[in-house]
């Protein structure tokens, strides 16, 4: 319930003071530890990610995504090329620091600034990026951007129902399920029930705290071992 009510005793939605619309996310990279976050440009990051992306021999990557696998170079660079032309979509580069090169994409999307709600997704990690701290840290750079640079209020993650990796990470980068759309779309011929996850401005900085701690060289062994899961202090947060 909404604990707030108008002069007819009607539930209405609590007061969001000064509230003004929010800027759109900036086309300027954010620097890690692990990983720097850029703009997507085709000439320079198209070789280097479909060199990254043909280390997944068959194709897992793409079974969720409503684009790829690729044919081969051309067809990839186009994709990305046409990519880039979405009029409601930022895309970014993942480069991987200790190899400066990039090896994932991931998105910003559904960019409402008017509400303060921001999508991440679009995101296209290579084995290179799977299960490494850079993977991780490339989502908390996106998430800081928009909760403390741009002041946005929801921050959205939606996925394939049927994508349980996508949905276990969601909930380890302390988003909240919200339930279930069903048939939702249609991708690559297929019915698509579409899951939605949120995190919320008065949730970020627990779950910035629970980042800042994992991301923390202290929290990993010498051949890199985390000693505690990211899963286990968003949850406690």
Not at 57 to 79: K, N, Q, S, V
Not at 165 to 170: L, N
Not at 183 to 192: E, L, S, T
């Amino acid at each position: 319930m909404s604990g707030h009510v108008n002069h007819l005793g009607q539930p209405i939605g609590f007061p969001v003071a000064d509230w003004r619309p929010r800027e759109r996310p900036p086309t300027t990279p954010m620097q890690g530890r692990y990983c720097r976050v850029e703009p997507l440009d085709a000439e320079r990051h198209c070789a280097p990610l479909y060199d990254a992306y043909s280390a997944d021999r068959d194709g897992r990557m793409w079974t969720y995504l409503p684009w790829g696998p690729y044919a081969d170079f051309a067809e990839f660079r186009a994709a990305t090329e046409a990519g880039l032309q979405r009029e409601h979509f930022v895309t970014y580069a993942v480069i991987d620091a200790a190899s400066d090169a990039a090896v994932g994409v991931a998105s910003y999307l559904n960019i409402n600034p008017a509400a303060g709600s921001i999508e991440v997704g679009g995101i296209a990690y290579s084995p290179a990026l799977q299960r490494r701290p850079a993977g991780t840290e490339a989502m908390f750079l996106m998430m800081r951007r928009a909760f403390d640079e741009l002041g946005y209020r929801r921050y959205e993650w939606k996925c394939n129902a049927l994508n349980a990796p996508s949905r276990s990470a969601a909930l380890r980068y302390g988003f909240r399920f919200e339930g279930i759309f069903r048939q939702a779309d249609v991708v690559k011929g297929r019915n698509r029930d579409t899951a939605w996850f949120s995190i919320t401005d008065g949730e970020w900085p627990a779950v910035k705290a629970a980042f800042e701690h994992w991301l923390d060289p202290a929290n990993f062994t010498a051949d890199g071992a985390q000693l505690q899961r990211l899963s286990e202090l968003t949850r406690a947060g």
